[in-house]
């Protein structure tokens, strides 16, 4: 008994606590008072509505989970999340802080520059398009409330394609690819959606697509592969020599076939097509097949055997048509 008190008078009561509505030492246990321990008064006493926050009554969070004062994170459900998911959650507050945070001007200058690495890299266009894309792009968030800032720069990419057709023809579903490779979500719908409304700022050239605008870039497709048929055919040749020779072939053929030849025909089956005729017309080695130019460009092997047989070979291979 007399350890006890001796212990008693010796501690200090420097970590006193409230527990079950008294204030009791931690060190030796004694009760210091007996008054029960009330919550403090709210930070705005003259405010009628109690701060939550500071009682530790849950707070819902911009992104949609909840957190109270004592760091236990749930969801919608009222249930506890796993630590994988509180690393997540942290991870998406702090980037949508940031991504809030951003003006116009900081995406024009930070955003700009991963999308154009996009389209210089992954889908290989010309500095010339990727300016007038930009030009595009800056002319119409000017005029326009934009939701979707990607949306609109691969829309302002296909006005620019659109209007430099003899440097690069790339389509929508290739462009909405490329987005989405990058982690991007663009889709066919929205590109068309946001076409029809934003052309009215652009001034577009509206002339169809002929068969010339697509032979660079399918001759550069086929030529790319070149190097594998060449061993597989055990043929030797000079390849830059023998690509120029293959383009301008086909320059000369489709200058021969008049528009009402065209009228119906698919003008970049029909390039391809164009290419095939002129390996025949040079080489004669069946360097080119049908399935070979369908892998190389994405076409039909079918449609491309079609366009031969039907217009190219009774116009320009009489002697083979005959037999």
Known sequence: MTQSTEALDACQHFDCRPRDGYIVCINCGLVLDRAIVNLPPPVHEQNKHLNRSFYGIRTLNPLGSSMNIFNIFKDHKNNYLTPELRGLYQRLKRRSRFQFQDSNDAFLKRGLTSLVKIVREDLKLSEQ?????????????????????IVLFAVCLLFAIKNNKGHALVNIKEICEAFNRNGHNVKVPMINKRFFEYKKYIKLDNKAHRAEDYIPRLVSDIFSHIDERLKKKKINLIVGQFRNVIEGKCFELLNELSSFERKGRNPKILAGAIIYLSERLVLNQRLFTYNYIAKCTGLNDCSIRSHFTGLLKPRFLVEESLL
């Open 129 to 149: 398009i990727i300016m007038q894309s930009i030009y595009y792009f800056k002319k119409i968030f000017k005029q326009v409330k934009v939701k979707n800032r």
